[in-house]
């Protein structure tokens, strides 16, 4: 496993992939593994484009998205250190279904699919954190449907919000910062929104003190109270 970063071991052995492991088995993996510096804005790979390497990452944070029939891009979701990704389609029809953008300087450790599967076939508990980590992701695309359906945008932005506070939140002398640089538009295809109402909801949170904007970069201030948003029962 070549690169040019020094990266941390224990941030490669704390990988989801790798849990419950035997530490000869989790050397094994990551022994095959490769790591990658990406420059902000690398792209990783593409909509569409055969799947050549399963990737993890171990710092920074990458942009995945996909681009519609009608050619407009919205953001599906944000990768942070420690999350896998660019793994279903090796158990689907092998195309990459989005793009992948690095968003700030990030690393990566990536796998030979071949290897990989060959590793899930002898070793059982690389299988079976596999099929937790993409039955996680189904869970929580099902979990934003059922909130497309039944809850306002206001909540809908507040628990887009928190979720990124528990994926990539580092507390500072104002609150909570997510780590993410963070576009309004971001937050709104996330949430599954206009740019209008998450830039409305957004600034009004601001005036209120509820959160800090500045610079793409999100402190939240009030926890609290946006979790009381967010848990509304009635819309």
Known sequence: MAARTSVDPRTIRTLALLAGLPSATREEVIASG????????????????????????????????????DGEEILVRLIG??????????????????????????????????????????????AINMAGIIGKRLGEAQERLRELATQSAERRIARTLLRLLEQAGCRDDEGVRIAFPLRRKDIADIAGTTLHTASRTLAEWDRRRLLVSRNQHLTIVSEAELRRIAERTAD
Do not use: K, N
């Open 34 to 69: 490769r790591l990658r510096e990406l420059p902000h804005d690398t792209r990783i790979f593409g909509q569409g484009e055969r799947a050549g390497r399963a990737h993890a990452l171990l710092a920074g944070c990458v942009r995945i998205s996909q681009v519609g029939s």
């Open 81 to 126: 250190a420690g999350e896998i990704f660019g793994c279903v389609p090796f158990l689907t029809d092998g195309l990459y279904p989005a793009d992948a953008t690095a968003m700030v300087d990030s690393v990566e450790i990536s796998w030979d699919p071949a290897d990989l599967l060959a590793l899930m076939r002898r070793q059982s508990q690389v």
